[in-house]
């Protein structure tokens, strides 16, 4: 099935860890996003990427990075630095960003929590 | 900057009853406008969008949507709710012009009593 999966759907992380979530594609989409979803403040992006190799960053870059090395995939780091991070994180993509009307999907999530 | 206001936090309405999520937006040029609905534990699944032309939208599982230009809103509507419309309602606007990203609202969370 074509689509956007996430992995792992449930991460733990101990202080101090860096941890990486998975996104990964099928769909042939140019542009991959990650937001993070906290209970009452919507989604905020973290990053995004509009083709191999080159990413931008979002409203909340801090202590989170990326890697855009194949069409198919959006790997994202949430680093030590990021003193918050427990949360939902969501994987999204698109074609073509200039488009703009085209529609953004979204994987399944994953949740990740500190202990 | 655009943006979307989503400004109830809850909608409860009798199932069989007309339903409305309420969104109002703020931009600078032409609207892009979206919804997305998200069940427990889920990701986000898209309902419908508002690009040019009609200002009725017509999207998935019988929803759809008003765009009203003078009143800046683009209220989510379904005739009849069922319980299992019960979930997290979000709206959403494209940031820049010729970049895809999505600037959301804070989402509704709707329940549908039976």
């Known amino acids: 099935d074509g689509g956007i999966t996430q992995s792992p759907k449930y991460l733990f992380r101990k202080e101090g860890q860096n941890v990486t979530l998975s996104c990964e594609q099928n769909?042939?989409?140019?542009?991959m996003y990650w937001y993070r979803q906290d209970p009452g403040q919507g989604l905020r992006l973290i990053y995004y990427?509009?083709?191999?190799?080159?990413?931008q960053k979002g409203d909340i870059a801090e202590g989170y990075s990326v890697s855009r090395e194949k069409k198919e995939s959006f790997p994202l780091t949430v680093t030590s630095a990021q003193k918050n991070p427990t949360a939902f994180y969501l994987c999204?993509?698109?074609?073509?960003?200039?488009?703009?009307?085209?529609?953004?999907?979204f994987g399944e999530g994953s949740w990740l929590t500190v202990v | 900057a655009q943006s979307v206001a989503q400004p109830e936090d809850q909608v409860n309405v009798a199932e069989g009853n007309p339903l409305t999520v309420k969104c109002t937006y703020s931009?600078?040029?032409?609207?892009?406008l979206f919804w997305y609905v998200q069940y427990p534990n889920r990701g986000l699944q898209f309902l419908l969008k508002y690009i040019t032309g009609d200002n009725l939208v017509k999207g998935s599982y019988g929803f759809e949507a008003e765009f009203n230009k003078s009143q800046t809103s683009f209220h989510l509507k379904k005739p009849s709710a069922l319980v299992s419309d019960s979930a997290l309602y979000f709206c959403a606007v494209r940031v820049f012009y010729g970049n895809n990203r999505l600037a959301f609202g804070k989402g509704n969370q709707v329940v549908v009593i039976p």
């Open positions: 769909l042939n989409h140019d542009a």
């Open positions: 999204a993509s698109t074609f073509t960003p200039t488009g703009v009307g085209n529609t953004i999907y």
């Open positions: 931009v600078s040029g032409n609207p892009y």
């Open positions: 990427s509009q083709i191999v190799n080159d990413f």
